[in-house]
């Protein structure tokens, strides 16, 4: 929450650079959200929100969680397949030495 916008305004100034980029990419710098400086009720114009998410899973969705789900139990059997092998006849010096 901005306390003193007017005293914000005075004190805060934008950099050249960042006003150029807005001007070459039409961003409006001046205005309310849809840069309309006569009317600042009147937002017609406005950068519109994107679309709205579907609601519940799509079946790309469906498709990507299966697949994660199924690598990551699949790479949790093979850490607990490699973890219950037997030991090498290195791994075995190894532990014998300590």
Not at 28 to 33: D, I, M, V
Not at 41 to 62: Q, S
Request: hydrophobic share 40%; net charge negative.
């Amino acid at each position: 929450m901005i306390e003193a916008p007017g005293n914000l305004q005075n004190s805060l100034q934008i950099p050249e650079d960042h006003l150029k980029v807005c001007r070459d990419s039409g961003t409006p710098t001046e205005g309310n959200a849809a840069g309309n400086t006569k009317d600042l009720l009147d937002l017609t114009g406005e950068v519109k929100p994107p679309a709205e998410l579907p609601a519940g899973f799509t079946p790309r969705g469906i498709v990507a969680l299966t697949f994660s789900v199924l690598s990551a139990i699949l790479g949790v059997a093979v850490i607990a397949w490699y973890g219950m092998g037997e030991l090498g006849p290195a791994e075995l010096a190894a532990s014998k030495v300590q």
